[in-house]
């Protein structure tokens, strides 16, 4: 008999904005902080200013070159971490039930105590979103910051994911999808927010915003009129450097 994935009452979770992240890795930072030092075992680092480090990180910004039909080719790059799916094959998958999805918020938990570490979630995972510490022995994975959310300790305005509070470009956004009014059911709706890899039928929570397609002569019409003393100076831009320095 196929096992329903358990409904719930909220669904927390995070959209972002794949058009707005500029790959600075505050997000994988300040995550790895506050799970370091909140988040069980501190999340290990082995050689980490060796010839051979590694390490457990619960998100990762990765960085491609994508060419689209048209136009000029693109830098896109993708943040990535557990995207707590509705119907999640590392809950079905687990031996012990350390892996489970929490009825009240929809949120994907270990439960690093009944863990013993044979990876059959992370061989699961179609998004390679968990790791094993190898010094602790369990896997890691995001918990979408739950000991921040729901701590009434925290200033209201910190009750929200690490990554989602740090990002200065302001791409990453947390909300409940459950609720059509609340900001990340809008995006979703104006923006054509996507499923990872919808094909997987593991229904993720959370949503990416696509790129938009960037006009070279648009960018090339706006930036001209700044660029216009530089291209009149004879040593080029160091010149036009040196005097817009003396009026200071």
């Known amino acids: 008999m196929t096992q329903l994935p358990a409904q719930t009452e909220r669904k927390l979770g995070l959209v972002i904005d794949l058009d707005t992240c500029v790959g600075c890795h505050a997000c994988v930072i300040s995550c790895k902080g506050w799970n370091t030092e909140n988040y069980g075992e501190p999340l290990s680092d082995k050689d980490a200013y060796g010839a051979n480090p590694s390490g457990t990180f619960l998100n990762r910004v990765h960085a491609f070159e994508v060419k689209p039909d048209t136009g000029p080719a693109q830098t896109i790059h993708f943040p990535k971490s557990c995207l ?137 019409d706006i930036l001209a009129p700044l660029l216009a003393p530089v291209a009149s100076e004879p040593k080029g831009f160091l010149g036009w450097l040196d005097k817009a320095l003396e009026k200071l």
């Open 84 to 220: 707590h799916c509705e119907d999640a094959p590392c809950v079905t998958v687990c031996p012990t039930g350390a892996s489970y999805k929490r009825t009240e918020d929809g949120i994907v938990l270990v439960n690093e105590k009944d863990c013993i570490g044979c990876g059959l979630c992370a061989w699961s995972c179609p998004y390679g979103a968990r790791e094993l510490d190898q010094v602790a022995g369990v896997m890691k994975k995001c918990t979408l910051c739950v000991d921040r959310i729901y701590n009434e300790n925290l200033p209201e305005e910190d009750r929200e994911p690490t990554c989602v509070r740090t990002c200065p470009a302001n791409a990453r956004h947390f909300g409940d999808f459950a609720d059509p009014d609340s900001n990340v059911s809008k995006l979703t709706r104006e923006r054509g927010g996507m499923d990872l890899m919808p094909e997987q039928g593991t229904k993720p929570v959370n949503k990416y915003l696509p790129p938009r397609p960037k006009d070279t002569m648009e960018e090339i």
